[in-house]
């Protein structure tokens, strides 16, 4: 079974930085796509940063410049290094994987696998 574990969250103070990790782990065959969504209060859950298997990065438009996502292919880890943060990333982060696993001796098409999440709170 598949599962992303999200670490890293907390309290932080507006300027200061912080760095999310995540975890994939199971049966996996191949991750293909890893990113970082966030989720506001009342808000949707929405892209803040993506990477490819050959490191090919996206970003929104508020973070580009102050966060950064890197991703440990052998170990199935990605991360999101947090800079200068703002009150207005706080949020919910959550991981994300498109991959594929092993079901017994065959594999699974490409599916989307999400964390539980961990919590940001930045403060003035």
């Known amino acids: 079974q598949v599962q992303l574990v999200e670490s890293g969250g907390g309290l932080v103070q507006a300027g200061e930085s912080r760095r999310l990790s995540c975890k994939a782990s199971?049966?996996?065959?191949?991750?293909?796509?890893m990113a970082w969504y966030r989720q506001g209060s009342g808000t949707e859950r929405d892209l803040v940063a993506s990477i490819t298997t050959d490191g090919t990065t996206q970003y929104r438009d508020s973070v580009r410049g102050r966060f950064t996502i890197t991703r440990d292919n052998i170990r199935n880890r990605v991360y999101l290094q947090m800079n200068n943060l703002k009150e207005a990333d706080t949020g919910t982060y959550y991981c994300?994987?498109?991959?594929?696993?092993?079901?017994?001796?065959?594999?699974?098409?490409?599916?989307?696998?999400w964390g539980r999440g961990t919590r940001i709170t930045v403060s003035p």
């Open positions: 994300y994987a498109n991959l594929q696993a092993y079901e017994g001796s065959r594999l699974s098409s490409q599916t989307d696998y």
């Open positions: 199971g049966s996996i065959f191949g991750v293909h796509k």
